[in-house]
């Protein structure tokens, strides 16, 4: 790395856009960086990474620490950043009429892009990775209509379907077709198209519909001055309060109101057996709870669903980006290493995903993980100085801004008169 560069790396990547464009204005990526929200991806990522390649529990069957942290909360940051990344895609502020259609054509190109990466990956083992950007995909998508919105209307919308999509999902499940359980692919979605257009809305492990609700909650963040250190210490001090919140909520709901007690009586008369039950109260189910009793909405396991667990999980990652944003200003060269990797998750993710279904993961769980750490971070850090943006980010980018560009309408050229 030539001298200096790295220095200007951290200086680069903690400015940031902090005025919208002015109307009529091309929306693109804000650049620079912010790097405390690139640093808090990269943080989701290794989370991520610590769920696909660590232990979930220990000799003596407790959970391990690391999936006790990282499971759920991982993947729902990760959301909640792709709805900040909309915010700075669409300008910080409501779109205006005039540019509605560009910002939906970019979006739904940028979701078909990452729907195909997704599709690609079909072919490896949930049991190793369970391959998420399919499902994210299909949250670009919904996310159009959203960024069309005030702020205050974003909000109340992504609060609605934290309360109410969950309730509606165990309303309707039980009519529903099962989820595959596999990686989406293409001859999933060519063979059973409506089924799996189920799983990845409703039924799946990151069911797209009831996780709006995290990309609304990160486009209202991405509107605010993210530079603002009150704005950090809100984000913070927000995130904890409202993740305590829930985990408290679920707690009497489930302990001193009898809830639990209901749940394994329900389950009982439905032919499940206790470990099952135990195994979904602790391990978390597979995106949805079962629908036997409807006290399962007030459990907050990893990947339930639930108000509880996406208030839960949203709290926790708000919370993590407060932070973060903080210690970017205080330590941010810190964080280059990290906010690096937080700037080509789509890349990195999928390299991650590809490695651990090849066979070149010979490793233990422990080695393997950190193995594989040290080469996100070491990788990010020598591309971010030499190319800058990721391959797959850069083809994601070029492809949407070619397709908003595509449909933007003819502005009229207004000519001097002369008299």
Not at 266 to 271: F, I, L, T, V
Request: hydrophobic share 55%; charged share 10%; glycine share 10%.
């Amino acid at each position: 790395m030539p001298p200096g560069r790295y220095g200007t790396i951290v200086r680069s990547m903690t400015r940031a856009e902090v005025s919208p464009p002015a109307p009529g204005a091309v929306t693109r990526p804000a650049k620079p960086r912010v790097v405390g929200v690139d640093a808090t991806r990269g943080v989701a990522l290794l989370g991520m990474m610590a769920v696909h390649s660590l232990w979930a529990f220990d000799a003596q069957g407790n959970v391990t620490w690391t999936y006790a942290l990282a499971a759920g909360r991982s993947a729902a940051t990760f959301a909640v950043l792709a709805g900040i990344g909309i915010a700075f895609m669409t300008g910080r502020r409501q779109v205006p009429a005039a540019d509605r259609g560009h910002v939906a054509a970019s979006l739904a190109t940028r979701a078909l892009v990452v729907g195909a990466i997704g599709l690609a990956l079909g072919f490896t083992d949930p049991e190793l990775a369970s391959v998420i950007l399919t499902f994210y995909a299909v949250l670009f998508l919904l996310a159009i209509p959203v960024v069309f919105l005030s702020t205050r209307a974003v909000l109340v919308t992504g609060v609605s379907v934290a309360l109410v999509v969950p309730v509606l999902s165990q309303l309707v499940r039980p009519g529903l077709p099962e989820p595959f359980g596999d990686n989406p692919s293409l001859g999933l979605l060519l063979e059973h198209p409506l089924r799996l257009g189920l799983e990845l809305s409703l039924t799946g492990l990151y069911p797209a519909l009831p996780w709006m609700a995290y990309i609304c909650v990160g486009v209202v963040i991405g509107r605010l001055r993210l530079t603002d250190t009150r704005v950090a210490a809100g984000l913070l001090a927000a995130g904890v309060t409202v993740a305590l919140a829930a985990a408290a909520v679920s707690g009497i709901l489930l302990g001193a109101l009898g809830g639990q007690d209901r749940i394994y009586a329900a389950a009982e008369a439905d032919g499940m057996s206790t470990a099952q039950v135990t195994d979904l109260l602790v391990w978390g189910p597979d995106g949805t709870t079962p629908t036997s009793t409807w006290w399962w909405l007030a459990s907050d396991a990893p990947h339930s669903t639930t108000p509880v667990d996406l208030a839960q999980t949203g709290g926790s990652a708000v919370a993590l980006l407060g932070g973060m944003l903080l210690l970017a200003r205080v330590a941010g060269a810190l964080l280059v290493p990290l906010a690096a990797a937080g700037g080509m998750t789509l890349t990195l993710y999928t390299a991650h995903v590809l490695f651990v279904n090849s066979p070149f993961d010979v490793l233990g769980a422990t080695a393997g993980y950190v193995a594989q750490v040290v080469a996100v971070l070491a990788i990010a850090v020598v591309w971010r100085a030499r190319v800058g943006r990721g391959p797959l980010e850069a083809l994601t980018s070029n492809l949407a801004r070619r397709a908003g560009r595509a449909v933007r309408p003819r502005r009229p050229v207004v000519l001097p008169h002369h008299p």
